[in-house]
């Protein structure tokens, strides 16, 4: 809106809702394919490619920054208890098709899982976890489902 000026838009309320927003946004994405969103997996920037010009700016604003003297301190000497670190080796990733519920892969990790589906590892993590259907075709699962 800022770079074609406000008067070439129309806005509008399409929907009011206050359970599952992302889940919405994804079905109006997806649904009228909007010409100017730029992201198209809703909660997501996932897939979306920096301009050279933006990636220079990203890395200048980056450079000399420094954590505070307040922020180091809380970060000195944390480290995972041994359950947590047991927790995040153990994660495996359960992928079922949804019409059948038919194991269709296993990844011993989220990330694998992620690279495999041109995904986010947190993205599958947070799939596994809500049951929700991931890419409108697969119910992946940290658990066997059988």
């Not at 079905?27 to 730029?38: G, S, V």
């Not at 976890?129 to 066997?144: A, C, R, T, V, Y």
Request: proline share 1%.
């Amino acid at each position: 809106m800022i770079k074609n000026g406000y008067s070439k838009f129309n806005l509008e309320i399409l929907e009011y809702c206050d359970q599952d927003l992302i889940g919405r946004e994804q079905y109006y994405i997806d649904t009228l394919n909007p010409k100017y969103n730029i992201c198209k997996n809703a909660g997501s920037s996932l897939g979306r490619a920096h301009s050279e010009e933006t990636k220079a700016k990203i890395a200048a604003k980056g450079l000399g920054r420094k954590h505070t003297d307040q922020a180091r301190a809380k970060m000195k000497g944390r480290v995972a208890s041994d359950e947590t670190l047991a927790k995040m080796r153990s994660i495996i990733i359960y992928v079922y098709s949804s019409d059948s519920f038919t194991l269709v892969y296993t990844f011993a990790s989220a990330r694998k899982a992620a690279k495999m589906f041109d995904s986010h590892h947190n993205k599958i993590t947070n799939h596994a976890q809500s049951g929700k259907l991931f890419k409108n075709q697969w119910i992946l699962s940290m658990k066997p489902l059988n």
